[in-house]
């Protein structure tokens, strides 16, 4: 197959620590773009990706880029492209499509033009008029930014966050995605205690302890390319074997998820053992003013209330102060908050170490983060 061009898809703000843990596979031609990092490598990344990316939306294999103002222009550059070389005979190809300051505004026509530029593509290499597309699926997008399109097949299928084991959230749930990104922010090693004051449905925990393990987070799930025949099955097999391998069931983790809502605490059981962690993993309901341990240089980090519903300001105000007060009694141990609160600093009573501009879903947060010292070497 030769070399292929990959686009793992990032928040705004993570595409440098998406890049970090594409680097950390061994793949070396990597650029980071806004919202997006480009990889060049061979077939089996799109399974290497796709299993161990914790921080990345999807993956995207890049068919071809040009530039585009009409749309026969559009049409043209599009059915002159290989489609046949990845998308079967009876292979399901919907396309759908974004524009962003471009010429070709109208998405819904970019997308119609896209299809049958396609379809008259793969018409000269499979000599037939007609395909049933019953097979694989290739969902192909069409993005247009400045005039420059980038044609491309999401290898995914469903979102990477999708994991495979949060069958129930809460209200506001972190995304595992996001989770990920905020421990990989952190100073937090597998030996070392970690405690999420606001567990929710268990995110971080979990998404913490599929880390302390190294558990591929795509391990128990399925994705689009692997009905794929050009990949292989043994591409695939072999990579989920790496990943087995790869696994370290064997270390020991202390982790602690606590909220004051004994439904949240239940929540995040359900989902731990959902993920294969069973007993491992301690949830216990309460306040996060009570928090106090004799464990030592361990790592909070918590996604707290935000405050933004009317009338829960000044008591989200109030937790943060408390929050600050019980913390500082924990004076080995690192914090990192997550919020979009800008007074959060004045009300917990604390300058942050670092702060790191990070988007939750649309809401622009910050990354508090406040260092504690570091352990002893043994």
């Not at 995914?156 to 129930?168: E, N, T």
């Not at 302390?212 to 097999?237: C, H, L, T, V, Y």
């Not at 800008?342 to 501009?357: H, I, L, S, V």
Request: proline share 4%; net charge negative.
């Amino acid at each position: 197959m030769g070399t292929i061009k990959l686009i793992a898809t990032a928040s705004m703000g993570l595409e440098a620590v998406v890049a970090r843990e594409v680097k950390d596979l061994g793949y070396e031609k990597v650029q980071v773009e806004n919202g997006k990092v480009i990889i060049e490598a061979d077939e089996k990344a799109i399974c290497r990706t796709n299993l161990w990316l914790r921080t990345a939306d999807r993956v995207k294999l890049v068919v071809g880029e040009f530039k585009a103002t009409t749309f026969d222009e559009l049409f043209e550059k599009t059915k002159a492209l290989p489609w046949a070389q990845w998308i079967p005979e009876n292979g399901e190809f919907p396309v759908i499509g974004k524009s962003v300051k471009s010429t070709l505004f109208s998405v819904s026509d970019c997308q119609a033009i896209v299809k049958k530029a396609v379809v008259e593509s793969m018409k000269k290499t499979y000599k037939r008029a007609w395909f049933d597309e019953d097979g694989p699926f290739f969902r192909i997008e069409v993005a247009l930014l400045k005039d420059i399109v980038t044609l491309t097949i999401d290898t995914s299928g469903q979102g990477l966050h999708k994991r495979g084991y949060r069958y129930l959230h809460s209200e506001a749930p972190l995304k595992e995605t996001m989770a990920a990104a905020m421990l990989k922010l952190t100073n937090w090693h597998p030996d070392r205690p970690f405690w999420d004051p606001f567990c929710g449905s268990g995110t971080l925990s979990i998404e913490a302890a599929m880390i302390g393990q190294n558990i591929a987070p795509g391990f128990n799930r399925d994705f689009a390319s692997q009905d794929w025949e050009w990949i292989g099955k043994n591409n695939w097999e072999a990579a989920m074997e790496e990943a087995e391998d790869l696994a370290n069931y064997d270390q020991p983790l202390q982790i602690i998820g606590t909220d004051i809502d004994h439904k949240m605490v239940e929540l995040s059981i359900n989902n731990a053992k959902e993920a294969g962690f069973g007993d491992m993993l301690q949830f216990k309901q309460m306040h996060v003013k009570d928090i106090s341990t004799k464990l030592e240089y361990g790592c909070i980090v918590g996604n707290p209330p935000y405050g933004e519903r009317i009338g829960e300001v000044a008591e989200v105000e109030q937790m943060y102060r408390d929050m600050g007060k019980a913390f500082a009694k924990l004076d080995t141990w690192s914090v990192y908050m997550l919020t979009s609160h800008e007074g959060f600093e004045e009300f917990y009573g604390k300058k942050a170490t670092k702060k790191r501009k990070l988007y939750n879903g649309n809401i622009k947060t910050d990354f508090y983060q406040f260092f504690g010292p570091r352990p002893p070497r043994n």
